[in-house]
């Protein structure tokens, strides 16, 4: 009888190359395919100069298919592509040391023979130390896509753009906003792991390669952690673009601590401003981490197959 094999993590003795191939394959595939979304949302989420005054910025649309006419009409469609050079190419290093850590970390805290276990606590534990790990890789280039995001059509390349904020607001702007990353993301990925491998338990309880199922599971997961992380990211946006020239608003100019960010978001918005960006957030991570966990899964079953066949 054929050896089952367990698809919700790689081999014991998978190498890390494989796991690092898999981790990168899913980051690139996860941001790539749904950043113009994510740019509707960095827009929603902070003023733009290129809308005018700080008053008319502070009346901006909420409304996602308004914001997207909007943005294709006056500046291009490709300007819904803006920064995505960055995010790929930070996304395929962190992603794969996010992914090459979890399985780490799960091989360190979860016994092999309690692998086809339930094991949430361990699992979110792993998903935890990988966040720490992977956000530290990625943050600067986050800040990057973000500062692009807002910017018009003859604005600078990504290059320059880092190299302006280095000469201009020092190293540790790239950094302004990974506390507050960690704090959303390590919430979002412990649901994340957990609601996964607890669905994928519950709907493909034979741990057989089942890319609907994964997909499923992963867009479930990347729902649910999006819409309770929100607020967190409303102020990780307005710490990553506070030193931008996109930005009028000299509260938000100004807001390069967490709780200058928050006050700057509640003065302008009120409490509402803490959930801006929701619809569009929602909307990309429910894909994303479809896509995500489906690329990963799929990357680890034709790597773990070509081994086999070897």
Known sequence: MAEEIDYESLPINSPLSHQLAAGAFAGIMEHSIMFPIDAIKTRMQALSASLGSSATATRLSSNMVQQIASISTTEGSLALWKGVQSVILGAGPAHAVYFATYEMCKGYLIDPQDFQTHQPLKTAASGIAATVAADFLMNPFDTIKQRMQLQSPSKKGMWSVAASIRQNEGLAAFYYSYPTTIAMNVPFAAFNFVI????????????????????????????????????????????????????????????????????????????????????????????????????????????????QLL
């Open 196 to 307: 996964y491998e607890s669905s994928t338990k519950l709907f493909n309880p034979t741990n057989t390669y089942n890319p609907l199922i994964h997909c499923l599971c992963g867009g479930m997961s990347g729902a649910v952690c999006a819409a309770i992380t929100t607020p967190l990211d409303c102020i990780k946006t307005v710490l990553q673009v506070c030193g931008s020239e996109s930005v009028v608003n000299p509260l938000f100019k100004r807001a390069d601590t967490f709780s200058r960010a928050s006050r700057a978001i509640y003065q302008v918005y009120g409490w509402s401003g803490f959930l801006r960006g929701i619809k569009p957030r929602i909307i990309s991570n429910m894909p994303a981490t479809a896509i995500s966990w489906t690329a990963y899964e799929c990357a680890k079953h034709f790597l773990f197959k070509g081994d």
